[in-house]
């Protein structure tokens, strides 16, 4: 059988398949996962946890015409095997290849982009009250899962559901874990579910129907059978393993939910061959020697305890982190409440999810001129996980909030050092963002000095050719002026700009060229093009930064080339006014 199953790559296959055959498929389709994640690095134990219901999902649907919805998306390989890219899985996550997370523009499939998480509900609501307009019969079906359901968006959406007298079909993929194990009192109430009469959900006009064990193919076909004639909002409750089939990944969920290439016998990672610091490793760390000698210090993450680093706070100071659950807006307004009452709050989240707490951000923290310090990770570029992920709006942004400072710092004594000096004294709300990837040198304890807000500093001197830049990119334009004439300035701070030392640039300098790893629009070059202009720069001015675009996924490196923020492109532009 197992030439017949490597040939299926399509739902009309699958179903070719006896009902019985399912079971033994869904053990080839898991060992085919396994081999490609382990040869390509990806996110790993989301999705086996899930290759049963993909199975019986487009076993018994008919997508694409019925609406199927995956969330968090990152739990959508085994879909797209089953919908005709089994045969570009190997280019998952790479430049030109196939996304990690579903794409309306790659398949017909995708019915909606679900990379953050929280959304399938809204969108396949949508999907199905368009269905009741246009009197058109279709199923539809969100699977939310990974935690992704303790988020305020999912909870508006059920509100609405609820009411809807739509044919939508909500799964709770219920696994207890996000990266982090999941937290709040909803994990809680799932697990105590046991009236199937009179519930949350009933209360709300939803059928129920679970909880289901997740990975009994059977009984899940026989539901959704049942549940295909029901023209009123549902939801089936299935219990899953995250990390399901794979030892390793069952015992450590949290490591196991996205990794890089390893070995498939041991289950090691292959070596990088660098002892360099991770930046929220530096941030982590830091953080913690800073709490012991502060107990006013308080950490707050959505859901992104291991991602932040900040299980380093949370073994020793357990009641001083916070875990939210996946509720960017509430983290934000949580840590403003903290401000207010007198303690320093962290509040740590990626660049990319920040944009989901920005009214929070305006209004509960920036109008009241609250001391809340943000730790941004992953600001620029990300990688293999591509558009949705990407940190480079948040200077656009963020730099447009009055009372707020931005701090980017370009080496890890930056960052010690800016994060020891905010949690000395309460300034207003600061942002410190800082990349993903490592620092040019491992965790250092050397002694914190004092950092200077809206001080940017001479790195090269050279004449004529003045670069400026922030943030992880000062490295690479460090090795891009060598044998050149040029100087290097590293702005440190973004917000308040060094306007001495600009206007002491645009005095000695014939060419400027700014570089940013960020949206050119409203990033930092157009706010130094406006100062140059107003005080009557004649020289020429040239910013390399991000066009107008969204940026695809890839290796850090090839991005970095494409967008023409590499070595050798900074290079050229030198070149060129030289």
Not at 81 to 87: G, M, V
Not at 362 to 373: E, M, P, R
Not at 426 to 439: L, N, Q, T
Not at 476 to 483: E, F, G
Request: hydrophobic content about 40%; some cysteine; aromatic content about 8%.
């Amino acid at each position: 059988m197992s030439d017949i199953y490597q040939s299926i790559q399509s739902p009309e296959q699958l179903k070719q398949l006896r009902e019985p055959e399912l079971v033994e498929y869904a053990n080839w389709l898991r060992s085919f996962l396994i081999e490609k994640i382990s040869l390509h690095g990806g996110h790993f134990a989301a999705n086996l946890g899930v290759v049963e219901l993909s199975i019986s999902l487009h076993y018994i649907f008919n997508a694409p015409q019925d609406v199927i919805i995956w969330d968090v998306g990152h739990q959508s390989y085994a879909h797209k095997i089953l919908t005709h890219r089994k045969s570009k899985f190997d280019t998952l996550r790479k430049l030109d290849g196939i996304s990690g997370f579903p794409k309306m523009s790659e398949s017909e499939y995708d019915a909606f982009g679900t990379a953050h998480s929280s959304t399938s509900i809204s969108a396949t609501l949508g999907y199905a009250c368009a269905a009741k307009i246009q009197t058109v019969k279709r199923q539809h079906i969100a699977i939310i899962g990974d935690g992704a359901l303790s988020a305020g968006q999912a909870f508006e959406a059920l509100n609405n559901a609820g009411i809807s007298k739509t044919n939508i079909t909500i799964i709770i993929n219920d696994n207890h874990i996000g990266i982090d194990p999941s937290q709040g009192a909803l994990g809680e109430y799932l697990d105590k579910l046991v009236d199937k009469s009179e519930n949350f959900f009933t209360d709300l006009g939803l059928q129920y129907f679970g909880p289901i064990d997740g990975h009994d193919i059977i009984s899940m076909n026989t539901l959704f059978e049942q549940i295909k004639g029901i023209d009123l909002p549902k939801i089936i409750h299935l219990k899953t393993i995250k990390g399901k089939g794979h030892s390793e990944a069952e015992a450590e969920q949290t490591k196991w939910h996205s990794v890089s290439k390893y070995e498939k016998i041991d289950g090691k990672e292959l070596p990088t061959n660098s002892n360099n610091a991770k930046y929220q490793d530096i941030f982590g760390k830091t953080l913690l020697q800073l709490a012991k000698d502060n107990p006013n210090i308080v950490a707050i993450t959505p859901a992104m305890i291991s991602g932040s680093s900040l299980q380093f706070m949370q073994e020793f100071f357990p009641e001083r982190v916070f875990d939210v659950g996946i509720a960017e807006q509430h983290a934000i307004t949580f840590s403003a409440g903290l401000a207010a009452a007198g303690l320093i709050p962290i509040c740590c989240l990626y660049s990319t999810f920040l944009q989901r707490g920005y009214d929070q951000l305006i209004h509960d923290v920036a109008l009241q001129n609250l001391s809340v310090i943000f730790a941004i990770d992953r600001a620029g570029l990300v990688g293999e996980d591509g558009p949705t992920h990407h940190g480079v709006f948040d200077v656009a942004f963020l730099q447009a909030i009055p009372n707020i400072k931005i701090i980017s710092p370009s080496n890890q004594k930056d960052l010690k050092d800016a994060l020891f000096t905010l949690t000395q004294k309460p300034i207003g709300p600061v942002v410190i963002r800082y990349p993903r990837g490592k620092s040019s040198e491992p965790f250092l304890n050397n002694a914190f000095d004092m950092f200077e807000i809206g001080k940017a500093k001479c790195l090269v001197k050279g004449k004529e050719i003045a670069l400026i830049s922030y943030g992880n990119l000062v490295n690479t334009c460090l090795k891009a002026i060598q044998n050149t004439n040029a100087s290097l300035y590293d702005l440190r701070t973004i917000k308040p700009l060094d306007t001495e030392l600009l206007s002491m640039v645009f005095d000695q300098y014939q060419h400027i060229i700014v570089v940013e790893e960020v949206q050119l629009i409203a990033g930092i070059g157009s706010t130094i093009s406006m100062i140059a202009n107003f005080l009557n720069y004649k020289g020429s001015f040239k910013i390399l930064a991000i066009q107008d675009h969204f940026v695809t996924h890839g290796s850090i490196p090839e991005l970095m080339e494409l967008e023409q923020l590499s070595e050798t492109e900074i290079k050229k532009t030198i070149q060129f006014f030289s």
